[in-house]
């Protein structure tokens, strides 16, 4: 199985928030669609950004 610490930190924000598990899901979908539609339009490929801890 693949894991991404960036994505367990947004899920686990968007729980923090109050949302539930399938609105913190559906959130992540969408985050990760909108990083593919941004590297289509740029012609990019995906590379991992170093993992920043909050303030």
């Not at 610490?5 to 598990?21: F, M, N, V």
């Not at 959130?27 to 339009?41: E, F, G, P, T």
């Not at 991992?48 to 801890?53: K, N």
Request: aromatic share 10%; with cysteine; net charge positive.
């Amino acid at each position: 199985m693949f894991f991404c610490p960036i994505s367990k930190a947004y899920y686990d924000r968007k729980r923090k928030e109050g949302k539930g598990h399938k609105q913190a899901v559906i959130a992540l979908a969408r985050r990760r669609v909108n990083v593919l539609w941004a590297m289509i339009r740029d012609h990019m490929l995906f590379q991992t950004a170093p993992v920043v801890p909050a303030a």
